[in-house]
């Protein structure tokens, strides 16, 4: 057994947990979660009721229902959740073969913690694994041009099912990147007004000129999630850190750990990019 895997079944997910966990609340509103999203710079959180976890929310649950605004409506129901004794090999197993990324911990039924991708990405960058890179590099990549619009570019994530995209120039170089969380922290909550045509009698058909005549506009406030007029450009992150391919497995975790990225591009020697380093892939060396 190598040391990574002897680690991996001998730490607790306890050991490696955040426990000061930011939450929402049922009944809770859109603003209560887009508040912690913006001022932790986190993914989701989890939505707990009575002390019991009974939900999840993230960035993308909010940009793909941007007319929604309670937290029940808007929340994963029913989330996976691990207890603070599992391995972290357990806790990695769970992640790496679902679309989460944070998994709350709980003891009983308790919410006592979360752990993240983050967390598993800071215990690899404590090893000494030089291993390349090379074969965690995904291959499925999509790209933005910098001269996208911001709404734009993001139907186009929402629609690949990608939270951060690097960012093209016209020379196929690498001049940024984007993630949703740059679109969350740039989104604004729109107030406008619909309204709907009620009709007052119940025997008339629609077409009548009785069922025309007896009729109600009935007007409605709609709030709603919107993206400035902008583009990409705009809003990416311009300084780009890097991997190639033969960058070091823990090497590249210190990386993203520092700069907090879930992501690194993997590029050429002139620059063009090669494929995307995701976070998540790595968590295939603990199992």
Known sequence: ??????????????????????????????????????????????????????????????????????????????????????????????????????????????????VTVGDFIREISSWDDKTSIDSHIGDKTIFLWE??????????????????????????????????????????????????????GSDEDEWSLEGLRDTMKLHYGISQITLPDKLVKDVMVKKVVTATRKSGVSACAQKMCEGRFNQLPVISARGKLLGMLIDKDLLSILL
């Not at 357990?90 to 990324?101: D, M």
């Not at 099912?161 to 016209?170: D, K």
């Open 1 to 114: 057994m190598e040391e990574h895997e002897w680690i991996a079944v001998r730490v607790r997910v306890r050991d490696i947990m955040a426990e000061d966990v930011a939450y929402v609340t049922v009944p809770g509103t859109r603003e209560d979660a887009m508040e912690i999203l913006k001022r932790d710079g986190i993914s989701g959180v989890p939505v707990v009721k009575d002390e019991r976890v009974v939900g999840v929310v993230t960035r993308h649950d909010l940009l793909r229902n941007p007319r929604e605004e309670q937290i029940a409506l808007l929340m994963t129901r029913n989330p996976i959740v691990i207890n603070q004794d599992a391995t972290i090999a357990e806790a990695a197993k769970i992640i790496y073969s679902s679309t989460i990324r944070r998994l709350p911990v709980v003891d009983g039924s308790k919410l006592v913690g979360v």
């Open 147 to 200: 001269g996208m619009p911001l709404p734009v570019a993001c139907r186009l994530m929402e629609f690949a099912r990608v939270r951060a995209v690097p960012v093209l120039n016209s020379s196929f170089t690498v001049v940024g990147m984007i993630t949703d969380q740059d679109l969350i922290n740039v989104a604004i909550i729109e107030e406008g007004m619909g309204s709907l045509d009620v009709s007052l």
